[in-house]
């Protein structure tokens, strides 16, 4: 593996490093969705999920896709869904905004 995929991976991990980010990746790696339905099942407040979105989408790990007026959003890196897939393994993720 070459430095700059050593690096790339390096920061992935930053990015997943946050339980709300791994909890909108975990429920994107099923369902693509808008960032209504994430904000509903993780219960984040607009601006935070906005903030978390931006992350994982400057590290190339989700894209958006424009369906009419929403964006849907998807997981589009496999390292990412291999590493949420280890840390969840077969459970389920529930956000807790105490």
């Not at 700059?4 to 990746?25: F, G, M, Q, T, V």
């Not at 607009?46 to 903030?51: E, F, R, T, Y």
Request: aromatic share 4%; proline share 1%.
């Amino acid at each position: 593996m070459d430095r700059n995929e050593i690096l790339r991976k390096a920061e992935i991990l930053k990015a997943l490093a946050h339980p709300d980010r791994l909890c909108i990746l975990q429920g994107l790696q099923t369902y693509r969705c808008n960032v209504g339905v994430i904000q509903s099942k993780l219960g984040l407040s607009q601006s935070g999920l906005s903030q978390h979105i931006a992350k994982l989408k400057s590290v190339g790990v989700i894209r958006g896709e424009r369906n009419g007026k929403e964006i849907c959003y998807r997981v589009v890196d496999e390292f990412a869904m291999e590493i949420v897939g280890l840390v969840f393994n077969n459970m389920d993720c529930e956000v807790n905004n105490n």
